[in-house]
DNA sequence: GGCATGTGTATTTTT
DNA sequence: TACACATGCC
């Protein structure tokens, strides 16, 4: 093993001179501008090595990624060039598993508990939703702001770090008259929160920042790295850039990467400033650019860049390729969706015919549910594909409901997980599940939380509302006796109580079941209920099989939930079958989905105004803006073919035989100027397949179909 | 009073 | 599709 620095040349030379720049810069703060395609994963691949190399040991270096998966595939990359196993101990993850890991060594220090969950943006919603119905927020005529939209508002004003009343003059003004009731709202709901042991995402940065200036842990986090790197810098908000900024606080090493082009997170609070001032905040800062693209052809490139030169801003580079290419992104004018998806799927075809594998091409859109119609397609086609973004797995109704199971035996003050469980039997509603969580946690919340990290041990862990349910359970109606008393039977069992009574509960306490184990009960009590909630119980009873997979990877219930929340699968219910069996799928992802990643064919959906840029988002400049970004975003995952695809004709029901449909305008991103680097084609009629049936029976798709008739 | 059930409606993007 | 809201049933 050659020592520090020799064996980097092998690697450095593979770089250009910007990314050697970057890669072997010393101590003090960086900042890499680097573009679409410019080898930034490499870069930091490539200066995680280099570090390592060079003697920083890789537990002191932390890698801060969008997701869990771009941090592995860095960390995995510089394991490979250095050839050192210990690599693997580099710190990597997004913000908010980061957060996760640190707070479970230092709780203490701020006050957690460490038995704490950690809730989605949903469950955090539904909390928000009981307390509204608490306050009595929402009676009578006066119309206040929905559940979601409550979040969003919390949300923001932490993550930008600014005050409730100037968030919602500027992004919530319909909510302005109640910020006095949605300021008690908030101050309740971060109290039930702390109250139950409870984290949502902001709480994870929130209690990270303040760990790193308030408490006594501050000088241990803060000298606990030498080296921070972090990707996708643009996407960050004000929380992370304090946070940052206060674990290096000892040395300035810190590197950060990013593009101010592609900015599309601003609805999370993100802002561009982060990237744009770094070099103010940080002095010294030594700026690098990465303006070579090695992934897209010539015309694609120039396309992409035509589309970003009409933004209002200026960006601060221009990015160019040497890769040759004659033929220009097509834009393909269909008759309506139907059409764009017979299109999509010929030309996908058609590549494949050629050689490339469906997994090298790539299908983008806005939102999750603009590929409804093409998923459908591509079933009766028989063409699998992963679909990632959009609805999520873990946001399905059947797997929250095994989750809020396992997270109550994790932590038995999660009061809204147990309104969850509880009114999925027969018999309660929300008045008696209201009773039964409260005889359940009544005496747990006058308790005060003396216990000590020692003491904590699984154990005494399970707290006294799992001890009465054993000792003396809750009254229950006649008719939601039976639900109830299995519900009993599988919270006891899983908790290694067993049906046995109270006496020698402690000493079989320990008789704690394997996480998937847990699970598989769990399924057991859930099946019955989930056939009579749900049409569609075959495909749900497949996910949750997937879940109990997946489970047996983990060997405590904390991590498996925390994992969960924090870094959740992609979807899986494709319609074309068990996608973990199939070796070549296709790829679906939304635009945001889709960051950072590259195919040799993209498939632009909806190129249409209202879709890009969505009718959710033209309200402001700001807004316009980042929709044009996210258009220039798809545009450059592109290697060698990029097609998008306008649909003239919108069907107000597509489900429904009316013909009730409207016209759509080509997006306005695709102005007349910029037409001439994409090359047009226009599908004349809807292609008829061999079953007639299968096309919409409207007088227009008859009236085509005669026409194939003639003219065959 | 409280639960089950039917109808209508509004739907971005994600940790 | 999931939720809010209204109505009908015990």
Known sequence: MPKDGTSNDQWLVELNEQQRRAVTHGDGPLLVIAGAGTGKTKTLACRVAHLIASGVPAERILLLTFTRRAAAE???????????????????????AIANRILRIYHSAVGLPNDFTIMDQSDAADLMNVLRTDLGLG???????????????????????????????RFYPWCDDDTDAIAELFEAFVERKRKHGLLDYDDLLLFWNVLAHVSAAADVVADRFDHILVDEYQDTNALQCAILQHLCERNKNLCVVGDDAQSIYSFRAATVRNILDFPKQYANTTVVKLEQNYRSRKPILNASNAVMAEARERYTKELWSNLEGDQKPLLIHCVDEQGQCNEVCSRILKHLEEGIPLMKQAVLFRTGHHSDMLEVELAKRNIPFHKFGGLKFIESSHIKDVLALLRVLENPRDEISWFRILLMLNGIGSAIARNIVDALLAEDEGTERTVTDEMETESVRFSIAIKRLAENPPSVPAGAREGFEKLRDLLLTCSGIGQNTAENSSETSMNIPPI?????????????????????AAMRTRDLEQLEHIATSYRSRRSFISDLTLDPPASTSDLAGPPFLEEDYLILSTIHSAKGCEWDVVHILHCADGMIPSDMAVGDDEGIEEE??????????????LYAYFPLRYYHRPNSSTDAHSYAQLSRFISRDILPTFEQHTIETPQVQDDPVKTKASIESVDNYLKTLWRN
């Open 74 to 96: 860095m960390i995995n990359r510089a394991r490979h060039i250095t050839d050192r196993p210990d690599a693997a101990s580099v710190w990597g993850g997004t913000f908010h």
């Open 139 to 169: 009676k009578g005529d006066r119309r206040f702001p929905r559940k979601e939209t409550l979040i969003k508002i919390y949300s923001r004003t932490i993550a930008a770090q600014e005050g409730l009343r100037d968030v919602v003059k």
């Open 516 to 536: 998937s184990q847990q699970i598989e009960l769990i399924r057991e009590f859930y099946e019955p209920l989930l056939e009579r909630r749900f049409d569609n």
């Open 628 to 641: 044009r970004r996210l258009l220039y975003v798809a545009m450059t995952r592109a290697k060698d073919h």
